[in-house]
């Protein structure tokens, strides 16, 4: 019924983006290491193909059935998986030790909050307007005292130490750069689709349509993020994670070259889809590999939010690039190609980034735990991870 509703609604929801990291940490303690990597491929690549269904089902379903359906159909799906979670997920073998950083929540929080805000206001206030000035402020004063909290408690939120290291801060940049050199895909394409065609570079598409072009990207996705695994033991882990950011890169290029026939677009999607999915599954799977058991979610989630922050960035910068080249508020074809240029310069800094990560597995103090599993059948459904 309201905006202040609809937010509200939506910071709940954001919770469930822990359920990704959490089934990090989860293959980590109860699979071997191939079947862990496997299901980390899995997730993203189901992840993927339900966000491409979404795109195309949304409209449709919207106008038969109105658009609140869309939230009580989530609703009930969100229902049937708590169940099936409840009784088959099972328990973790170590039992949670140490304390809740609350203080280090409350400040990342606030201050990735506040952030995000002036990210979002810029394209209203601009970027040396008082207010957007006093948010990044306001930001910068609360990650301070976050990054003090965080280097003296003895249960850290973001162990800030371990993020230091070579593949946490390799798979972190690879988030941060992959999910801004997604500018040109989400903000970009779609408005190049819904251009008339008359423009010389648009489809005319509507939102059904939209879906459809980019369908291939959810599909490319779900097939081969299972794959990574079986990738990385042939190839290695730093090739595949090379490999995820020159196809990303590529894609992006081969937009601003090829884009004035659908089979052009659909065919640069699903080289991104094939290198967005290959670049994250590999990269959580380095993370598993490489950082402490109890630490693996953690850092796991530090990933997901440096790409949704990237992706932020990356939807304001590409935005006004859009806007600077528009001509009485259309963007020009001419526009579009520089957006689908920085998206690939983007992607080839991730690959710098990926060369950051040891090519090797390095070893833990924590493995996977699949005995410990076999030593106690007796774990109830829904016992407490």
Same mark, same amino acid.
């Given at each position: 019924?309201?905006?202040?509703?609809?937010?509200?609604?939506?910071?709940?929801?954001?919770?469930?983006?822990?359920?990704?990291?959490?089934?990090?940490?989860?293959?980590?303690?109860?699979?071997?290491?191939?079947?862990? *990597?496997? @299901?980390?491929? /899995?997730?993203?690549?189901?992840?993927? +193909?339900?966000? =491409? $269904?979404?795109?195309? %089902? &949304?409209? #449709?379903?919207?106008?038969?059935?109105?658009?609140?359906?869309?939230?009580?159909?989530?609703?009930?799906?969100?229902?049937?998986?708590?169940?099936?979670?409840?009784?088959?997920?099972?328990?973790?073998?170590?039992?949670?030790?140490?304390?809740?950083?609350?203080?280090?929540?409350?400040?990342?929080?606030?201050?990735?909050?506040?952030?995000?805000?002036?990210?979002?206001?810029?394209?209203?206030?601009?970027?040396?307007?008082?207010?957007?000035?006093?948010?990044?402020?306001?930001?910068?004063?609360?990650?301070?005292?976050?990054?003090?909290?965080?280097?003296?408690?003895?249960?850290?939120?973001?162990?800030?130490?371990?993020?230091?290291?070579?593949?946490?801060?390799?798979?972190? *940049?690879? @988030?941060?750069? /992959?999910?801004?050199?997604?500018?040109? +895909?989400?903000? =970009? $394409?779609?408005?190049? %689709? &819904?251009? #008339?065609?008359?423009?010389?570079?648009?489809?005319?598409?509507?939102?059904?349509?939209?879906?459809?072009?980019?369908?291939?990207?959810?599909?490319?996705?779900?097939?081969?993020?299972?794959?990574?695994?079986?990738?990385?033991?042939?190839?290695?882990?730093?090739?595949?994670?090379?490999?995820?950011?020159?196809?990303?890169?590529?894609?992006?290029?081969?937009?601003?070259?090829?884009?004035?026939?659908?089979?052009?677009?659909?065919?640069?999607?699903?080289?991104?889809?094939?290198?967005?999915?290959?670049?994250?599954?590999?990269?959580?799977?380095?993370?598993?590999?490489?950082?402490?058991?109890?630490?693996?979610?953690?850092?796991?989630?530090?990933?997901?939010?440096?790409?949704?922050?990237? @992706?932020?960035?990356?939807?304001?910068?590409?935005?006004?690039?859009?806007?600077?080249?528009?001509?009485?508020?259309?963007?020009?074809?001419?526009s579009f190609v520089e957006t689908y240029l920085l998206s690939a310069a983007l992607g080839l800094l991730a690959v710098a980034a990926a060369f950051v990560i040891p090519a090797t597995v390095r070893k833990t103090q924590a493995g996977p735990a699949v005995s410990a599993l076999a030593t106690k059948p007796s774990a109830r459904p829904?016992?407490?991870?």
């Amino acid at each position: 019924p309201n905006i202040t509703l609809m937010i509200a609604g939506m910071a709940i929801e954001g919770i469930w983006l822990g359920v990704l990291p959490l089934t990090v940490g989860l293959f980590r303690d109860t699979l071997t290491p191939e079947r862990a *990597a496997t @299901g980390n491929g /899995l997730v993203v690549g189901v992840a993927a +193909l339900a966000s =491409a $269904l979404g795109l195309i %089902l &949304a409209g #449709p379903i919207t106008s038969a059935l109105g658009y609140r359906s869309l939230f009580l159909l989530a609703v009930a799906g969100v229902a049937a998986a708590a169940l099936l979670a409840w009784f088959t997920v099972p328990s973790t073998p170590r039992a949670a030790g140490g304390r809740v950083d609350w203080a280090g929540g409350l400040l990342l929080g606030g201050g990735v909050a506040l952030v995000m805000l002036g990210l979002t206001a810029v394209s209203s206030w601009g970027w040396t307007s008082p207010a957007t000035l006093a948010l990044f402020a306001a930001a910068a004063l609360t990650l301070g005292p976050w990054a003090v909290v965080e280097l003296r408690v003895a249960d850290p939120l973001v162990d800030l130490r371990l993020l230091a290291g070579r593949t946490p801060a390799g798979v972190t *940049a690879m @988030g941060v750069l /992959l999910g801004f050199a997604s500018f040109g +895909l989400v903000v =970009a $394409l779609p408005m190049m %689709l &819904a251009a #008339p065609a008359g423009t010389g570079y648009g489809q005319g598409a509507d939102t059904l349509w939209i879906g459809i072009y980019m369908f291939p990207m959810g599909v490319a996705g779900t097939v081969i993020a299972p794959l990574v695994g079986p990738m990385t033991r042939l190839l290695g882990r730093r090739a595949v994670l090379v490999l995820g950011s020159v196809l990303v890169c590529g894609g992006t290029g081969g937009l601003a070259l090829w884009h004035s026939a659908a089979w052009q677009v659909m065919a640069a999607v699903t080289v991104i889809g094939l290198g967005a999915s290959i670049g994250l599954t590999a990269g959580l799977n380095a993370v598993a590999a490489d950082v402490p058991g109890e630490r693996a979610a953690g850092v796991s989630g530090v990933v997901f939010v440096a790409k949704s922050i990237g @992706g932020t960035f990356g939807a304001q910068f590409g935005a006004m690039v859009l806007a600077s080249g528009a001509v009485a508020g259309v963007p020009t074809e001419q526009s579009f190609v520089e957006t689908y240029l920085l998206s690939a310069a983007l992607g080839l800094l991730a690959v710098a980034a990926a060369f950051v990560i040891p090519a090797t597995v390095r070893k833990t103090q924590a493995g996977p735990a699949v005995s410990a599993l076999a030593t106690k059948p007796s774990a109830r459904p829904g016992e407490s991870l």
